[in-house]
């Protein structure tokens, strides 16, 4: 789940980084080739200002794109400390568990060898009550 909205968040990421580079690319078009013909300019009556409302309509949103960049970028650095808290986390759980899966694999371990010890005590003391005392001549 985690993994899932940092993925989300930088897909948006991505596409506003986009947006901005179409945009500038745009800006850049227009700066280059100011005589070109759009549809705003034919029905504009004053050419020179209808261009430069449309750069500065285009300035405007660059920066506003800029903003919701460097806005997405803090989400997703946000969004990184919060999968390698996770990874952090499930790290030290599955340590935590290891640790306590050997220790009671040692602990049953013990047990049966303390079992296997007890019984083989018994066969000997049952075999040693068996064995026929050896008579002196």
């Known amino acids: 789940n985690t993994l899932r909205k940092r993925d989300r968040v930088q897909v948006q990421h991505d596409q506003l980084v986009e947006q901005v580079?179409?945009?500038?690319?745009?800006?850049?078009r227009m700066l280059e080739n100011p005589n070109a013909v759009t549809i705003s300019t034919l029905f504009a009556k004053d050419t020179e200002t209808?261009?430069?409302?449309?750069?500065?309509?285009v300035d405007y949103r660059i920066?506003?794109?800029?903003?919701?960049?460097?806005?997405s970028g803090e989400k997703m650095r946000n969004a990184?400390?919060?999968v390698k808290a996770e990874y952090d986390k499930w790290n030290e759980?599955?340590?935590?568990?290891?640790?306590?899966?050997?220790?009671?694999?040692a602990d049953r371990?013990?047990?049966y060898f303390q079992k296997c010890l007890k019984a083989w005590q018994d066969a000997l003391m049952v075999l040693q009550e068996c064995e026929p005392k050896s008579e002196k001549s």
């Open 80 to 82: 990184d400390d919060t």
């Open 21 to 28: 580079a179409k945009k500038t690319e745009n800006k850049r």
């Open 63 to 71: 920066d506003e794109l800029n903003k919701q960049v460097d806005t």
């Open 109 to 111: 371990n013990i047990v």
């Open 50 to 57: 209808n261009k430069q409302t449309r750069l500065e309509k």
């Open 93 to 105: 759980n599955k340590r935590t568990d290891l640790k306590a899966t050997f220790v009671d694999f």
